[in-house]
């Protein structure tokens, strides 16, 4: 963390923090990293754990987590940016191509937070709008961005989560899930075969940053009687391409 120049830049510097990090930090880490002294730094982190923009995490030693009120405004950022027309353009071409609704999501703790969506012009659908949330552990887009996480961050997720049931196919066992996950790190693809909804097939592709992370997830999804699970996988390459696309709008 930079020394900034004001009080509001040094706060702001701190949040900054706390949001890079993505993990509980201790109150002597933050203070050796802002380079304020302990009991400075304490009342600061009072005020913003009472306005919810950070909050602490249980334990004998304080330790601190970006608060709801932070990650709510990063997510309306998120929705609201600038290039989300440009996004909005891409999905809108691809679901012309595909015939098939289409959406892009990124993962938000344990759930799937759509960012975008855009119908395919069928009477049989599932509607989803932005800003809605699905269970990350039985959605193509979910699992996708949980099997590209690091191995540690991916498996402590996965034990944390609650492995709710939705259909027959819901994947509710930790060990199965893991070893789901690693098949869909070694392909590249994820699916949801009826997972989270009887009838609904989905397939998911990774959308990728320069640095090699994947920041979201572009899947298609049908009823099953319209688009199989067989047919829905030969649409990656398709997806894929307008991935890399979605890619140079974060």
Not at 179 to 207: K, M, Q, W, Y
């Amino acid at each position: 963390m930079t020394q900034a120049q004001t009080p509001t830049l040094r706060a702001f510097a701190l949040l900054e923090r706390l949001i890079e990090v993505g993990a509980p930090v201790s109150l002597a880490d933050l203070a050796r990293d802002a380079g304020m002294p302990k009991t400075s730094l304490h009342r600061l982190l009072a005020s913003f754990e009472g306005a919810g923009l950070v909050a602490r995490e249980p334990g004998t030693k304080p330790a601190y987590v970006v608060g709801p009120r932070l990650a709510q405004l990063g997510l309306s950022i998120v929705l609201r940016a600038g290039a989300r027309r440009e996004r909005h353009a891409i999905l809108a071409a691809l679901v012309a191509d595909i015939g098939e609704t289409c959406n892009l999501t990124m993962l938000h703790e344990n759930e799937v937070l759509y960012l975008d969506r855009v119908e395919a012009s069928w009477p049989l659908r599932l509607e989803l709008k932005p800003g809605s949330r699905v269970p990350a552990h039985c959605s193509a887009s979910g699992k996708l961005m949980i099997a590209l996480l690091p191995r540690e961050q991916r498996s402590a997720l996965v034990h944390a989560m609650r492995l709710s049931r939705h259909t027959p196919n819901t994947i509710v066992d930790p060990g199965l899930l893991e070893s789901e996950l690693d098949r869909i790190a070694h392909r590249g693809i994820a699916v949801d075969n009826e997972e989270f909804v009887t009838g609904i097939a989905c397939v998911a592709a990774p959308v990728i940053d320069a640095s090699g992370a994947c920041i979201a997830a572009l899947a298609v999804h049908a009823p099953v009687s319209r688009m199989p699970l067989s047919l829905a996988l030969d649409q990656v390459p398709r997806l894929q391409q307008a991935a890399q696309a979605l890619a140079t709008t974060f």
